[in-house]
C-alpha cells in the first residue's frame, strides 16, 4: 500500500483543472476539485474540509485515480436493489401494455391489470405503488391513452371529422345570411 505522497506524486502530470471545466457530472467535479487541491499541494485534511468528504473518501479517490485514470472517479453501478423487471425485458413490457390497452374492448387498464400482465408474464411481483414507480422509470405515461367506450367506432370518428368542417361552414353561412 502507497503513501499519500507517492500517490500524490503519479498525479503531477494530470491537469485536473482543465477537466473540471469539461465536466457536467457535478459528482466527478468535485473529485477533480480535491484531487487538483491535492495536486498543488494542500494537506490531505484541509482538502477533505473543503470538499466536505472524510479524508478516508478523498484518499479512495485518489487511488481509483492512480489505478483506473480517469475512469476510476466515475461512479460504478451496483449499488441498491436491482429492479425485478430486468433491463432486457422493458422494451417487451412496454409493448405488452400497449398491447393490453389494445385488446381492451373498452375502458382503461387498471393497476390490478398491470400487476397481473407483470406476475403472468414477466414473473415480477410489483406493489401497487411498486408499479407507478416502475411507469415512471420506463417513461410510460399509461394515464395518457384515453380510454376507449365500449361501443366506441373507429368510422363514426372518421365520419365525423369529414363531415364537421362541412357542418361549421354551413352554420358559418346561416350566422352571416341573418348579419345581413
Known amino acids: 500500500m502507497e503513501n499519500l505522497k507517492d500517490l500524490v506524486k503519479k498525479i503531477q502530470d494530470y491537469d485536473f483543472k482543465a477537466e473540471y471545466k469539461r465536466e457536467r457530472d457535478p459528482g466527478i467535479k468535485i473529485k477533480l476539485q480535491a484531487l487538483h487541491h491535492l495536486q498543488s499541494g494542500r494537506l490531505l485534511k484541509d482538502v477533505a474540509d473543503m470538499v466536505i468528504y472524510d479524508e478516508k473518501v478523498v484518499r479512495r479517490w485518489i487511488r481509483a485515480f492512480v489505478e483506473h485514470d480517469y475512469e476510476g472517479l466515475i461512479e460504478k453501478e451496483g449499488r441498491g436493489q436491482k429492479p425485478r423487471l430486468p433491463k432486457d425485458q422493458e422494451e417487451a413490457f412496454a409493448d405488452a401494455l400497449d398491447a393490453l390497452q389494445e385488446t381492451r374492448g373498452g375502458g382503461?387498464?387498471?393497476?390490478?391489470?398491470?400487476?397481473?400482465?407483470?406476475?403472468?408474464?414477466?414473473d415480477c411481483n410489483y406493489s401497487r405503488p411498486g408499479v407507478y414507480t416502475l411507469l415512471d422509470r420506463l417513461n410510460i405515461v399509461w394515464i395518457s391513452g384515453r380510454s376507449k367506450h365500449p361501443k366506441h367506432s373507429d368510422?363514426?370518428?372518421?365520419?365525423?371529422?369529414?363531415?364537421?368542417?362541412?357542418?361549421?361552414?354551413?352554420?358559418?353561412?346561416?350566422?352571416?345570411?341573418?348579419?345581413?
Do not use: G, S, W
Open 155 to 180: 368510422d363514426a370518428i372518421e365520419n365525423f371529422k369529414v363531415l364537421f368542417p362541412e357542418e361549421v361552414k354551413q352554420i358559418q353561412e346561416k350566422i352571416d345570411t341573418k348579419k345581413n
Open 108 to 122: 382503461r387498464i387498471t393497476v390490478d391489470d398491470i400487476q397481473k400482465l407483470l406476475a403472468e408474464k414477466f
